[in-house]
């Protein structure tokens, strides 16, 4: 079926530091998510991409849709304790009404 | 008001009980979605609902059963579960193709 390939799959971070994460996709997608989950919670949308080569930011949040429409990237800014959490990308066909997501990425920040 | 709303929170429930799960929106958006979610996985699609009719059943075994009241309700009847069914589930809604889903806080089931 359908996947998407996202890495790293974990990260150790200092405090401060930026993070880069990404998704890749043997197929095409419409339109590219990332959402955060916590403990306990459902995942809450950070960014979405609706174009190729679209590049969006929110606060310290910058995303973009690969040209290729097969592949998207998330860079965190300045990281800060809150910022720790699984970061999953997610795309969506508009043939049908479903997304699919990658495996995440948990981001550990260092004391 | 721009949440999904999911009950309960917690669940637990023997193998022979039957029990639902409750989501709302009151966002006017058109599709709603069941996902499941073990720990450390991702969310899995289980149903979608498009305009309170079912569009997608991933496959999931019948002791889940979906219902769509109204546009504003998505219920997940359970019957018989199995103790691997235990995992968190997630209830999202979107305004329709090409947007983002917004995902309520789950109920976290556990079947003994």
């Known amino acids: 079926g359908q996947q998407l390939n996202q890495s790293p799959q974990s990260m150790f971070i200092q405090e401060g530091e930026d993070v880069s994460m990404n998704c890749t996709s043997s197929s095409i997608f419409n339109t590219w998510l990332w959402y955060k989950q916590d403990p306990g919670e459902g995942p809450v949308l950070l960014i979405a991409?609706?174009?190729?080569?679209e590049l969006t930011s929110n606060g310290r949040l910058t995303a973009q849709f690969g040209i290729t429409r097969k592949d998207s990237f998330l860079n965190i800014s300045a990281s800060i304790p809150s910022d720790v959490g699984i970061y999953f990308c997610a795309g969506r066909r508009d043939r049908d009404d479903k997304i699919i997501f990658g495996k995440g990425t948990r981001l550990h920040i260092l004391p | 008001d721009t949440e999904v709303t999911q009950t309960p929170k917690h669940l637990v429930m023997g193998m022979t009980n039957k029990k639902s799960l409750k989501c709302e929106q009151h966002m006017g958006h058109r599709a709603m979605y069941w996902y499941k979610q073990k720990a450390k996985k991702p969310p899995e699609l289980m149903f979608v609902?498009?305009?309170?009719?079912?569009?997608i059943n991933e496959s999931v075994p019948s002791r889940f059963s979906p219902e769509c009241p109204n546009s504003s309700l998505l219920n997940l009847h359970l019957h018989a579960l199995q103790p691997e069914d235990s995992a968190l589930y997630l209830c999202?809604?979107?305004?329709?193709?090409?947007?983002?889903?917004?995902f309520g806080s789950g109920t976290r089931l556990t079947v003994v």
């Open positions: 609902y498009s305009y309170e009719k079912l569009s």
């Open positions: 991409l609706y174009k190729a080569g």
């Open positions: 999202a809604s979107s305004q329709g193709q090409g947007y983002g889903y917004t």
